[in-house]
């Protein structure tokens, strides 16, 4: 095996979508670069998610500029190991310098010189600067609510594979964002007793007038906003891709047989309590995916387009009894529920990465991704610059600022070729974050 080079100019740790992003604008910039990943490529999409899992965006939308899925057609939904094999295949296009199987322990700043002493799994080396794209969905966040039960099989969403895995039984699955509602959805088409649990959410139409609900957050601008709403950092949203891709109906859920319950809200002796909040809930979620047809309806209008009406999206299916009469305790023994599968989110965990950049609390601090400590910098969070950064075609754009950003930095300290047209204040673009320190 190959020795590590002793010094990099930029090391960008993790080689998922944010990574090879990362490689592809660096290489273009002409920016020495390694990319150090401690699995294999697009690992979280091969192994850290279920089975039958595919994209919740179309290929037309889910996918880099530069590389078209030659063998779906653009409406289809791509599975995790075809988008797998789509960024190994797309870091080969331009032989991005990945060096697999070696994991980054941790990164610290030299003491009175430039740049980072990074400790790996094959040894160490100095990075200039660090791109942190090792994820936003890195920690299982399991509730402490979870009851301390051994006879009750529990197990993050993470962690699900398919139905076969789970014990005999009914499954409460608490969470109701895309991973909870697709789990539980393939749950009760296997046959099981499944009751979900429904938090706040957004829940937008799958496609509306003939275009899926990535076209329309595209030309409504949607995808660009750049902070979520006071409450859309903290809801959900519920999309699915799988069967062709469908819009998550709730009601319909239950109609077919799902048990709709609210927040979970504690497990006392063999029971679980809800909150009386499934109604508001689903009421929001209407209203969410509503104000989306009407914000639709107002730009067909306006710009003379010629998109099919389609009235039959505005209606809705009757009330289930289990959201008229909601059931706020659920006997786990007597309704035969041995397994809870917590689809409860992620929290990120940068242990590794020991600088000024990362608060006590273990969160990123950053503008955009430019860290606050100069040379480190993050990639792929959710919200990093607009609402698009955490998913596939938005990594890509906040790549390539990223890579902006460490040329004009290169240049000031006359690392790169471009010395002179970064001193020129006719060329050169001023970086938001110049401070005297590399
Ligand atoms: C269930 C689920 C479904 C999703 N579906 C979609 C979708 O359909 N469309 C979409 O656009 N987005 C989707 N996303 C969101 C997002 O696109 C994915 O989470 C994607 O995997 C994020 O890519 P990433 O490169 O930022 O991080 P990751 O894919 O998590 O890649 C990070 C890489 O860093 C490596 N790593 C971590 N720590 C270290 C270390 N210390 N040293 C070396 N390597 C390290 C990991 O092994 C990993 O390979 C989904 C997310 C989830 C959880």
Redesign the pocket.
């Known amino acids: 095996m190959t020795a590590l080079p002793a010094d990099i100019d930029t090391l960008v740790?993790?080689?998922?979508?944010?990574?090879v992003a990362m490689s592809e604008h660096l290489s273009a910039a002409g920016v020495p670069h390694l990319v150090?990943?401690?699995?294999r490529i697009?690992?979280?999409?091969r192994t850290g998610?279920w089975d039958s899992?595919v994209?919740?965006?179309p290929a037309w939308h889910?996918r880099f500029p530069g590389l078209t899925f030659t063998d779906l057609a653009p409406g289809e939904f791509a599975d995790k190991n075809r988008i797998a094999a789509y960024f190994e295949d797309y870091a080969a296009r331009f032989s991005a310098p990945i060096r697999t199987g070696i994991?980054?322990e941790s990164v610290r700043r030299r003491p009175g010189e430039s740049g980072f002493v990074v400790e790996t799994s094959q040894g160490t080396l100095i990075a200039q600067r660090v791109v942190a794209?090792?994820?936003?969905?890195q920690k299982p966040v399991i509730p402490e609510i979870a009851p301390d039960t051994p006879t009750l099989h529990q197990l993050h969403s993470s962690a699900y594979r398919n139905p076969e895995q789970l014990p005999a039984g009914g499954v409460l699955v608490v969470g109701s964002g895309?991973?909870g509602t697709q789990i539980a959805d393939e749950l009760l088409r296997a046959g099981r007793d499944v009751y979900l649990s429904v938090g706040p959410h957004d829940r937008p139409p799958r496609s509306y007038r003939g275009r899926d609900f990535c076209w329309w957050l595209g030309v409504l601008g949607l995808w660009d906003a750049e902070t979520a709403g006071a409450e859309e950092a903290h809801v959900t949203i519920a999309v699915s891709?799988a069967h062709g891709g469908h819009t998550v109906d709730f009601r319909e859920l239950a109609h077919r047989g799902m048990t709709l319950v609210g927040r979970t809200r504690a497990f006392d002796d063999g029971q679980v309590a809800f909150d009386d909040d499934l109604a508001a809930n689903l009421a929001r979620g209407d209203e969410n995916y509503r104000a989306l047809l009407d914000a639709a309806d107002a730009y067909v209008a306006r710009y003379g387009l010629d998109l099919p009406p389609e009235p039959e999206a505005r209606r809705m299916a009757a009330q289930p009894q289990c959201v008229s009469q909601p059931r706020r305790r659920l006997d786990l023994e007597k309704a035969d529920v041995r397994t809870v599968i917590w689809a409860t989110g992620f929290a990120s965990d940068y242990r590794?990465l020991a600088v000024d950049a990362v608060d006590a609390a273990g969160q990123p601090r950053h503008h955009r991704g430019v860290g606050t400590e100069p040379g480190v910098y993050f990639l792929?969070l959710p919200w990093l610059s607009h609402r698009g950064s955490?998913?596939?075609w938005g990594?890509w754009h906040d790549a390539r600022r990223i890579a902006d950003h460490i040329v004009t930095r290169r240049a000031y300290f006359g690392q790169g070729d471009d010395v002179e047209a970064a001193a020129d204040p006719a060329t050169a673009e001023t970086p938001a974050h110049a401070t005297a320190s590399r």
Do not use: H
């Open positions: 740790v993790g080689a998922g979508q944010a990574g150090l990943e401690r699995d697009a690992e979280r999409w998610r899992l994209a919740n965006g889910d994991a980054v794209a090792t994820g936003a969905f895309s991973s891709g590794w792929g955490s998913f596939i990594v």
